[in-house]
């Protein structure tokens, strides 16, 4: 097992995870979350649910709860149905056994319909005592749920370590990247750049310096790309500003002023903490606009 982390093209991710990069499902990697990255996804896959509907997207959610907690049960709502003949939402009960559920036993937990009954003993119910905390996930696939499927919702427990197999051996999850300043791309776990040797750390440090460098430059140069960095004497500064290739006049005559290079200087010397290899070219990261 490894630390890594994975996602799901632009849509789930990245989360932190541990997994064996050899035991795939169709070349695909069948991650173990931490109880925070688990948190994260249920939070995506909500967010992808009310966007998308819930007949397209599986949802994860988080229970919580602890060790010596009495028994509680749990509603879960999701989209309308498609086959039902009257208008009615789609729901399922979730019942946990916590005292069970601690002991190890095959019966602390099972999914049902969102009865009557369900809904007023989750009213009733909340969790309880002073022991440990717990928590579960549930992984429901709403699309099958409607079709009627006895198997399309299902809790997950934690392992020995404490991880969530939340969509393995199910889901397309890939090696989350880190992208270098060389423009190299390396899977999150290597932690070195495969192009030009450059570590993880301070690559990802130079990214985020270049993009506090190109907010503070885009207030009068929405159009900067790009610094050429001078480091000799061993204080890096901004030699140079460019636009897509041409060089921008950093003089009166230019679209700066001496506070903003003195600013943009700054925010360079504390990003880069004095680090050798500080000159050279500095590209800014894409921006969404």
């Given at each position: 097992?490894?630390?890594?982390?994975?996602?799901?093209?632009?849509?789930?991710?990245?989360?932190?995870?541990?997994?064996?990069?050899?035991?795939?499902?169709?070349?695909?990697?069948?991650?173990?979350?931490?109880?925070?990255?688990?948190?994260k996804l249920a939070d995506?896959?909500?967010r992808m649910a009310d966007e998308y509907g819930y007949d397209g997207v599986d949802t994860i959610h988080v229970i919580e709860g602890r060790a010596d907690s009495q028994e509680t049960v749990h509603i879960i709502e999701?989209?309308?149905?498609?086959?039902?003949?009257?208008?009615?939402?789609?729901?399922?009960?979730?019942?946990?056994?916590?005292?069970?559920?601690?002991?190890?036993?095959?019966?602390?937990?099972s999914i049902t319909d969102a009865t009557p009954k369900a809904r007023k003993a989750a009213r009733r119910r909340k969790p309880t005592g002073r022991g440990a905390r717990r928590a579960v996930a549930v992984h429901i696939r709403w699309m099958y749920l409607d079709e009627g499927s006895d198997t399309a919702a299902n809790v997950i427990r934690p392992d020995r370590e404490g991880l969530y197999a939340i969509g393995g051996w199910e889901w397309t999850w890939h090696f989350a990247s880190w992208w270098c300043v060389c423009g190299a791309g390396t899977d999150w776990h290597e932690t070195e750049c495969g192009r030009c040797g450059l570590s993880r750390e301070k690559a990802l440090l130079l990214t985020q310096t270049a993009r506090k460098v190109g907010?503070?430059?885009?207030?009068?140069?929405?159009?900067a790309t790009a610094v050429l960095l001078d480091s000799m004497g061993g204080v890096p500064r901004i030699?140079?500003?460019?636009?897509?290739?041409?060089?921008?006049?950093?003089?009166?005559?230019?679209?700066?002023?001496t506070e903003t290079l003195g600013e943009a200087d700054a925010v360079l010397r504390v990003g880069l903490d004095g680090s050798q290899n500080a000159s050279g070219l500095m590209v800014f990261p894409a921006y969404d606009d």
């Amino acid at each position: 097992m490894i630390e890594t982390r994975v996602c799901i093209d632009n849509m789930l991710g990245p989360f932190d995870c541990k997994l064996d990069p050899h035991n795939r499902w169709n070349g695909w990697l069948s991650p173990h979350f931490p109880l925070d990255a688990a948190r994260k996804l249920a939070d995506q896959t909500l967010r992808m649910a009310d966007e998308y509907g819930y007949d397209g997207v599986d949802t994860i959610h988080v229970i919580e709860g602890r060790a010596d907690s009495q028994e509680t049960v749990h509603i879960i709502e999701g989209g309308p149905s498609r086959y039902s003949e009257e208008p009615e939402d789609l729901a399922v009960a979730v019942r946990i056994n916590w005292r069970a559920l601690e002991r190890g036993s095959d019966a602390a937990t099972s999914i049902t319909d969102a009865t009557p009954k369900a809904r007023k003993a989750a009213r009733r119910r909340k969790p309880t005592g002073r022991g440990a905390r717990r928590a579960v996930a549930v992984h429901i696939r709403w699309m099958y749920l409607d079709e009627g499927s006895d198997t399309a919702a299902n809790v997950i427990r934690p392992d020995r370590e404490g991880l969530y197999a939340i969509g393995g051996w199910e889901w397309t999850w890939h090696f989350a990247s880190w992208w270098c300043v060389c423009g190299a791309g390396t899977d999150w776990h290597e932690t070195e750049c495969g192009r030009c040797g450059l570590s993880r750390e301070k690559a990802l440090l130079l990214t985020q310096t270049a993009r506090k460098v190109g907010e503070v430059l885009h207030r009068l140069a929405p159009g900067a790309t790009a610094v050429l960095l001078d480091s000799m004497g061993g204080v890096p500064r901004i030699a140079a500003v460019f636009a897509n290739g041409t060089e921008l006049s950093t003089g009166d005559d230019g679209p700066f002023d001496t506070e903003t290079l003195g600013e943009a200087d700054a925010v360079l010397r504390v990003g880069l903490d004095g680090s050798q290899n500080a000159s050279g070219l500095m590209v800014f990261p894409a921006y969404d606009d």
